[in-house]
């Protein structure tokens, strides 16, 4: 973890690196977890993008039923 420096980030004092540079160091864990681990979590966050926006488009016009159906129907 001694690569990622967000103290160095400060030095340009760029508005949008240094809020970057706080969310890696408040992140450590995670961003060590990231780069260390062969695994993805794309798969899942696509099943999850594509479950909110069935949901906005039924928003306030069906219940669980319909959406579950829509879920679940094949491809």
């Given at each position: 973890?001694?690569?990622i420096c967000p103290s160095n980030a400060r030095v340009f004092r760029g508005v949008q690196l240094a809020a970057f540079a706080a969310g890696v160091e408040a992140d450590k864990?995670?961003?060590?977890?990231?780069?260390s681990t062969p695994?993805?979590?794309g798969q899942v966050e696509?099943?999850?993008n594509r479950?909110?926006?069935?949901?906005?488009?039924?928003?306030?016009r069906a219940k669980i039923d319909l959406l579950k159906a829509r879920v679940m129907a094949p491809a």
């Open positions: 973890m001694n690569q864990d995670a961003v060590a977890a990231a780069i695994w993805s979590s696509g099943k999850v479950l909110k926006a069935i949901k906005r488009q039924m928003y306030g």
